[in-house]
T-cell receptor, first 116, second 110 residues
């Protein structure tokens, strides 16, 4: 897990504030995926990005959520005007440039978001 | 949407016992992956199975892919406390998404 870096590990926000979650993929990986996980549940796909492109955002709510993966720097998952229901663990994963259907993903250790 | 159902949802066993967990779908998988997730950490890939009927072994863990590629099982022999964690199966659809199962939460009691 050490290869994919997520920060912060824990983030506390009050309702209505903005949350920014960062993900630096493993070296050499240009594909990034964001997932959301509630306690004792599996991971739910949110968005898939390549450098400077959103490839698939079908799992991400249309309002308040956005994601980017700039040419330089980490991928950012941004949640505006947070509500209590946004409390969850958010995981980022990356895969190599040549990733195909069988290419596994490497996960970070997640950001635990708590909304007061 | 490709639904992956895992069973059992929770499993608590004594150290030294054997166990099997299952991952099932109504759809055919092109491949399937098993991950283990420990509390406070991200999932870690255990194995990828690709061919129907394939069996892979990883020390005390045996993974099997169904002949029809619609189901998979994970068997652990002589479970140890270090095996405790959430076991997730995952598969990728024809698009870009990985679908994860609901998970089996395993607790091995010393």
């Amino acid at each position: 897990n050490a290869g994919v870096m997520q920060n912060p590990r824990h983030l506390v926000r009050r309702r209505g504030q903005e949350a920014r979650l960062r993900c630096s993929p493993m070296k050499g990986h240009s594909h990034v995926y964001w997932y959301r996980q509630l306690p004792e549940e599996g991971l739910k796909f949110m968005v898939y990005l390549q450098k400077e492109n959103i490839i698939d955002e079908s799992g991400m709510p249309k309002e308040r959520f956005s994601a980017e993966f700039p040419k330089e720097g980490p991928s950012i998952l941004r949640i505006q005007q947070v509500v209590r229901g946004d409390s969850a663990a958010y995981f980022c994963a990356s895969s190599p440039t040549w990733g195909g259907a069988n290419q596994p993903q490497h996960f970070g250790d997640g950001t635990r978001l708590s909304i007061l | 949407t490709q639904l992956l159902e895992q069973s059992p949802q929770f499993l608590s066993i004594q150290e030294g016992e054997n166990l099997t967990v299952y991952c099932n779908s109504s759809s055919v998988f092109s491949s399937l992956q098993w991950y283990r997730q420990e509390p406070g950490e991200g999932p870690v890939l255990l194995v990828t199975v690709v061919t129907g009927g394939e069996v892979k072994k990883l020390k005390r863990l045996t993974f099997q892919f169904g002949d029809a590629r619609k189901d998979s099982s994970l068997h652990i022999t002589a479970a140890q406390p270090g095996d405790t964690g959430l076991y997730l199966c995952a598969s990728r659809n024809t698009g870009n998404q990985f679908y994860f199962g609901t998970g089996t939460s395993l607790t091995v009691i010393p």
